[in-house]
């Protein structure tokens, strides 16, 4: 069998009977879990140089925050979860599966990314339980623990630090919400004193005029 069916058989046969057992709903590549504060992502992102003989892919997730898509002026009762890319919070599951390897073959503690190849000889079976596990006691999980927006202020406040972490200004309003004005005050000067002169400060204080956050600076 050709890589390309494979790694829909992999979808159809081992991923989505996981995730759908799980809640989530699917979308082509993409599966969504709804929950009170929002929706956790899972997407299967292939890369753009695969052939009919041989597939890359790894695996995004995401979770996004209907308070913070009512800030940013997004409707956030939508019926259909988002894509992965408009999540408040993104990382890839080789953040939690360190030792990769990468999609250009590196391994070890030090890889933050994580690639399974799909060519001609690939044991479906074995990727299939691979990519579960993976799923199942890593990607999951660390997509429920943010689902909450009182959560996912929890882990911003305590050091979260994947590329693709929530910014300040999702952090601010967060925090307006759920700890009061003063607890975001106090962290947007600590904030503004590292954004002075950058392209964004203009954006994040605008943002604290419109949460009504007078800060001192």
Same mark, same amino acid.
């Given at each position: 069998?050709?890589?390309?069916?494979? /790694?829909?058989?992999?979808?159809?046969?081992?991923?989505?009977?996981?995730?759908?057992?799980?809640?989530?709903?699917?979308?082509?590549?993409?599966?969504?879990?709804?929950?009170?504060?929002?929706?956790?992502?899972?997407?299967?992102?292939?890369?753009?140089?695969?052939?009919?003989?041989?597939?890359?892919?790894?695996?995004?997730?995401?979770?996004?925050?209907?308070?913070?898509?009512? /800030?940013?002026?997004?409707?956030?009762?939508?019926?259909?979860?988002?894509?992965?890319?408009?999540?408040?919070?993104?990382?890839?599951?080789?953040?939690?599966?360190?030792?990769?390897?990468?999609?250009?073959?590196?391994?070890?503690?030090?890889?933050?990314?994580?690639?399974?190849?799909?060519?001609?000889?690939?044991?479906?079976?074995?990727?299939?339980?691979?990519?579960?596990?993976?799923?199942?006691?890593?990607?999951?999980?660390?997509?429920?623990?943010?689902?909450?927006?009182?959560?996912?202020?929890?882990?911003?406040?305590?050091?979260?630090?994947?590329?693709?972490?929530?910014?300040?200004?999702?952090?601010?309003?967060?925090?307006?919400?759920?700890?009061?004005?003063?607890?975001?005050?106090?962290?947007?000067?600590?904030?503004?004193?590292?954004?002075?002169?950058?392209?964004?400060?203009?954006?994040?204080?605008?943002?604290?005029?419109?949460?009504?956050?007078?800060?001192?600076?």
């Amino acid at each position: 069998m050709e890589a390309q069916p494979k /790694f829909k058989y992999l979808l159809d046969e081992h991923a989505a009977p996981l995730l759908t057992s799980l809640g989530f709903e699917r979308r082509g590549q993409v599966f969504g879990l709804n929950g009170p504060d929002g929706w956790g992502v899972v997407n299967f992102q292939r890369d753009r140089y695969n052939t009919q003989e041989r597939v890359k892919f790894t695996i995004n997730l995401g979770v996004w925050s209907r308070r913070l898509a009512r /800030f940013h002026g997004v409707a956030p009762d939508r019926a259909v979860f988002p894509a992965e890319m408009d999540c408040h919070w993104r990382a890839r599951i080789g953040e939690f599966l360190r030792g990769g390897p990468s999609l250009y073959g590196e391994r070890g503690p030090h890889v933050i990314d994580r690639w399974w190849t799909i060519e001609w000889f690939t044991w479906r079976r074995r990727l299939g339980a691979s990519v579960c596990a993976a799923l199942r006691d890593h990607g999951v999980p660390q997509v429920q623990c943010r689902m909450s927006d009182a959560a996912l202020l929890d882990l911003c406040l305590n050091g979260e630090s994947t590329p693709h972490a929530v910014n300040p200004v999702s952090v601010c309003v967060l925090l307006h919400e759920h700890r009061g004005p003063s607890a975001c005050k106090e962290y947007a000067e600590r904030e503004l004193v590292g954004a002075a002169g950058k392209p964004w400060e203009s954006m994040f204080r605008g943002a604290l005029n419109r949460l009504g956050v007078v800060v001192s600076q």
